[in-house]
């Protein structure tokens, strides 16, 4: 299963937002996306399923991905994505949709969930992986036995033309 890591763009600051779960994105994240989209676009990568965080910057992160990339499916919002989710969530969470057929999973969320995730699927510390803010990271991942995978591209928002 092809799993791709979006993490959200970026949002208001915390100390001027309200609750951390309310944060919205900031007009850089809201280009940030659209980057993101565009390069998606120009290289005919479109998610088969979009699963995103409950949290407003993820929420907004994920809609304006799928109105850029209009061949999209619509994103559906999973708790297990919600901030301070432990890594082995998540990966069960990846084997359920695997077993039910699913190929080509993008998530959206949050940080340092995301690197924790990754490291644990690459058999590496999850301090060693820095997931920026509207990045891109693709993993090939096997649920058969072992969780486990395999990196096959990591692409800040910032090198995205």
């Not at 309310?22 to 998606?40: H, P, S, W, Y």
């Not at 061949?71 to 949709?97: R, V």
Request: glycine share 4%; hydrophobic share 40%.
């Amino acid at each position: 299963m092809y799993v791709t890591f979006l993490r959200h763009a970026t949002a208001e600051d915390r100390s001027l937002a309200g609750p951390d779960a309310e944060r919205a994105l900031t007009e850089k994240g809201e280009k940030q996306v659209k980057r993101v989209a565009a390069f998606c676009q120009a290289n005919q990568l479109l998610p088969a399923a979009i699963y995103c965080s409950p949290l407003l910057r993820a929420q907004q992160t994920s809609r304006i991905l799928h109105e850029q990339l209009a061949e999209s499916p619509a994103p559906e919002t999973a708790d297990w994505l919600s901030t301070a989710t432990s890594p082995q969530t998540i990966i069960a969470e990846l084997g359920k949709l695997a077993d039910q057929g699913l190929d080509d999973v993008w998530l959206v969320g949050h940080e340092p969930d995301f690197s924790e995730t990754i490291g644990q699927l690459l058999n590496t510390a999850g301090n060693s992986i820095v997931v920026k803010k509207a990045s891109l990271i693709r993993l090939d991942a096997d649920f058969s036995g072992a969780p486990n995978a395999t990196l096959l591209w990591s692409i800040p928002c910032s090198m995205m033309r």
